[in-house]
């Protein structure tokens, strides 16, 4: 049973990790009209005219940004790894309920960045310029919160009802006292 539970849980992990490292190393979190042309815009770089550019500005919200996505990878991938070394050493509550514990805070970690770009740009970007809009890196980024931490609650809850199993079948129950 605890296979399954932390089968579960990994494999949601890993969906998440691969979704937190794609987000987090495109270039597509924001589309807009630049001088006429379109522009994107992501962490790392923003592309005019498909010509690529390191941000040369660095503004706070984007170091905050930045640092919150790679934890959030670094988080998701120490989860993903605790659930997988639950199947190589037997059944391991506490790996698996660590591996839980990191995959929920690696979505936490996920939504504060998203949180913080997603205010800033939309009060910065939102006066400055008409047509823009939020990517598809961007909303891979938020399924990859729902991923992680679904991934987590599973592992979590799952090692929880485990344990509330093995307890109610350890226990013996009480004997019959027959009237006489």
Request: proline share 2%.
């Amino acid at each position: 049973m605890l296979y399954t539970l932390a089968g579960g849980g990994t494999l949601c992990g890993v969906a998440a990790l691969v979704l937190l490292i794609v987000s987090t190393a495109t270039d597509f979190w924001m589309q807009y009209r630049y001088s006429g042309s379109s522009a994107n815009q992501g962490l790392w770089r923003f592309c005019i005219n498909h010509k690529c550019h390191a941000h040369t500005i660095t503004v706070a919200f984007w170091d905050a940004t930045r640092a919150f996505m790679l934890l959030a990878v670094l988080s998701c991938f120490a989860g993903v790894v605790l659930g997988l070394s639950a199947f190589t050493n037997g059944t391991k509550n506490k790996r698996v309920r660590m591996g839980g514990i990191a995959l929920v805070f690696s979505g936490f970690l996920a939504l504060l960045a998203l949180s913080i770009y997603t205010g800033v740009t939309v009060t910065f970007f939102g006066k400055r310029f008409l047509d823009w809009r939020f990517s598809w890196s961007y909303i891979i980024g938020w399924v990859a919160i729902i991923l992680a931490f679904a991934a987590g609650i599973y592992s979590i809850s799952g090692v929880f009802q485990l344990c509330a199993y093995q307890r109610t079948t350890a226990e013996p129950s009480p004997p019959n006292v027959s009237d006489s």
